[in-house]
């Protein structure tokens, strides 16, 4: 195994990533019909595993896509899988997708085929405390929210998602903070967070937004530590006054934003919440993974 070739996982079997091979035929492919997970590694150990799956059954019901396997299979398919890759830190990618279909037709195949399930690993460092994303934190620019309405499926189906991060990146930054009816939603492939007068906020989970795994976590260690935080809608001269915004994500984990739309963000550098709330996340990941 090396990290240009890992192994991965297709349809009940490990193999180099490589050698994986999908038909073309397949609705993943064809019509973005497909749902995916992605999941944090630390030292060998899934973080949040459970809370990864749920929301995979919750998409997988919401395509009306019956689960391919259970619990515990996919616990023992994915500690298959890191193994196989030399542990560490990894980020898993899970996919599944209706499957391959004789011909194409946007309707479900009737009768239903098998769905393709397939996982492959990429080493991922966790953000150490020099790096310059944590040190002096990163830009962010405001675009219009071109997403659909069901934002809460984790679907593959990303068109708008790449586009607006592509938009961010042609201009210098790295993630697209959206907008939709004068509020802030979340970023193209991260959640929002905004500190106001010593208070975190972050729009609730609804379909407007994908549930973060890593934004419930920041909301559960707010409420442990006491800081005080709310879930509620985020206007945009909120977040355009806001004294801190942080982005949080499985492979970012919590990041401060300290430019948005080429403005300081309060002062310009990392602010005192975002260290309170990232050395609580940092304990709390040792504590979990045994690090
Ligand atoms: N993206 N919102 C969107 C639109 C996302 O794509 C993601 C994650 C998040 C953060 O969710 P979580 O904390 O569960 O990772 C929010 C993943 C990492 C991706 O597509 O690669």
Redo the contacts with the bound molecule.
């Keep these: 195994m090396t990290s240009d070739d890992p192994i991965a996982w297709l349809n009940g079997e490990f193999l180099p990533r490589g050698e994986a091979r999908i038909s073309p035929m397949d609705r993943g492919f064809l019509f973005g019909d497909s749902i995916?997970?992605?999941i944090?590694v630390y030292q060998g150990v899934p973080f949040r595993l459970d809370e990864?799956l749920d929301?995979l059954k919750r998409s997988l019901d919401a395509i009306s896509l019956p689960e391919p396997h259970s619990r515990e299979e996919w616990k023992a398919m994915l500690s298959g899988l890191i193994e196989h890759n030399g542990g560490g830190n990894l980020?898993v990618?899970l996919q599944i997708s209706r499957g391959v279909a004789p011909k194409r037709d946007h309707a479900f195949p009737d009768p239903a085929v098998e769905p393709t399930v397939f996982a492959t690993t990429s080493p991922v460092e966790p953000p150490a405390a020099d790096h310059p994303d944590r040190a002096e934190g990163v830009a962010v620019i405001t675009l219009d929210d071109i997403r659909w309405s069901r934002?809460d499926i984790?679907t593959t189906a990303?068109l708008a998602?790449v586009l607006l991060r592509q938009q961010a990146a042609r201009e210098g930054a790295v993630e697209a903070v959206l907008l939709r009816d004068g509020f802030a939603t979340?970023?193209?492939?991260?959640?929002l967070f905004i500190v106001r007068d010593g208070r975190v906020v972050t729009p609730p989970n609804s379909h407007l937004?994908?549930?973060?795994?890593?934004?419930?976590?920041v909301v559960e260690l707010c409420r442990e530590h006491e800081l005080p935080v709310e879930e509620r809608e985020i206007s945009e001269a909120e977040l355009r006054e806001a004294d801190e915004i942080w982005l949080?994500?499985?492979?970012?984990e919590v990041v401060p934003v300290t430019r948005l739309n080429a403005r300081a963000v309060g002062d310009g550098q990392p602010g005192p919440l975002w260290k309170t709330l990232a050395r609580h996340y940092v304990n709390f990941k040792r504590k979990l993974c045994g690090l």
């Design positions: 995916y997970e992605v944090p990864h929301r980020a990618y934002c984790k990303l998602n979340e970023g193209a492939a991260s959640n937004i994908l549930p973060g795994i890593t934004r419930d976590l949080t994500s499985s492979t970012r």
